[in-house]
Every structure is written in C-alpha cells, then in structure tokens.
Nanobody, 124 residues
Framework: QVQLVESGGGLVQAGDSLRVSCAAS????????MGWFRQAPGKEREFVAA????????YYADSVKGRFIISRDNAKNTVFLQMNSLKPEDTAVYYC?????????????????WGRGTQVTVSS
C-alpha cells in the first residue's frame, strides 16, 4: 500500500504562482511514476503532469505545458507541482497519484493509489 497526502493548495489571483506538494508513505519503493490530475466542478478528472521515477522523463498536458513544472525529492518521497502564470481555468481540485508501472504515465487508469486532493482556486 502507498499513502499520498497533498498540500499547498489555496486561493490566488490570475498570473500568480503556487506550488502543491504530495508526500508518499508506505511501500514507496514500489512507485515507478507519480502524476498530478485535476478535476473542476462538473468535469472529468484530467491529466496534468507526470514524472517517471527511474529517470528524468516528465509529461505535461498541453494546457499547462510551459507554465507548470513537476519535480521530485527522492529522499523525502515527495513530488511537487510548481504552477506559474495561473489562469482561472486552472481552478480545480488537484489530485496526486502513484503508479507501480513506468508506462502510460498520462493515463488515469495507470495509477494505483490516489490522494484526497487539494483545492486550487484562481480568481480573475
């Protein structure tokens, strides 16, 4: 089992930056990739960014490419999502997820464990 806890969400203005974190615990040695997804009211949960643990591969949704950066701290089993130039359409609950496979990191179905999410609200 892997437990994930997100933190760092909040209310910001358009154009601001915010960093959310996800701390993993439990059987972290099994993790091969971690990702961030988000879900806005009335919409499906969508992929945002992912990082493969074994290398330096990162993936981003087109909507956040160039604005968001995913990174990790292996020693602390923590993954970060640095969000810059935030827009009102980035408003959502952001979920952290971990996968036991390094493949398919952009697909929701790949992920085995999920956090409870952290709210990010961007005002215009």
């Amino acid at each position: 089992q892997v437990q994930l806890v997100e933190s760092g969400g909040g209310l910001v203005q358009a154009g601001d930056s915010l960093r959310v974190s996800c701390a993993a615990s439990g059987q972290t040695f099994r993790i091969k990739a971690m990702g961030w997804f988000r879900q806005a009211p009335g919409k499906e949960r969508e992929f945002v960014a992912a990082i493969v643990w074994s290398g330096v591969a990162t993936y981003y949704a087109d909507s956040v490419k160039g604005r968001f950066i995913i990174s990790r701290d292996n020693a602390k089993n923590t993954v970060f999502l640095q969000m810059n130039s935030l827009k009102p359409e980035d408003t959502a609950v952001y979920y952290c997820a971990s996968s036991l496979s390094p493949m398919g990191a952009t697909r929701r179905s790949t992920y085995d464990y999920w956090g409870r999410g952290t709210q990010v609200t961007v005002s215009s």
